[in-house]
């Protein structure tokens, strides 16, 4: 789990100075979508500690993890989209 989150820190900061460089188009996409990713990894953590107590943190921590996830399939989407409409 930690090597996970590592490596989603690592591309968001890879992504990061990409954007501020300026020199890779839409790597805007990329560090959202990173930074969502963290964020859904988040909504996991607060939804495996809350247990069986706190219905409330159980199921909103899910509920922020499938926003994130939509988030980035959507990122995903618009990068794909992108792609397609320059032909490569």
């Known amino acids: 789990m ?3 989150i590592l490596g989603i820190f690592f591309v ?3 992504g990061a100075g990409l954007y501020v ?3 890779v188009p839409g790597t805007a996409n990329w560090v959202l979508g990173g930074i969502a990713g963290v964020l859904g990894m988040g909504g996991l953590f607060v939804s495996a500690r809350s247990g069986v107590h706190a ?3 159980y199921w909103g921590g899910l509920v ?3 926003i994130a996830l939509l988030i980035v ?3 995903l989407k618009l990068a794909l989209d992108e792609t397609g409409k320059h032909g490569h």
């Open 2 to 4: 930690t090597i996970a």
């Open 12 to 14: 968001v900061a890879m």
């Open 21 to 23: 460089a300026g020199r």
């Open 55 to 57: 219905p409330v943190g």
């Open 64 to 66: 922020f993890f499938v």
């Open 73 to 75: 399939f959507y990122l």
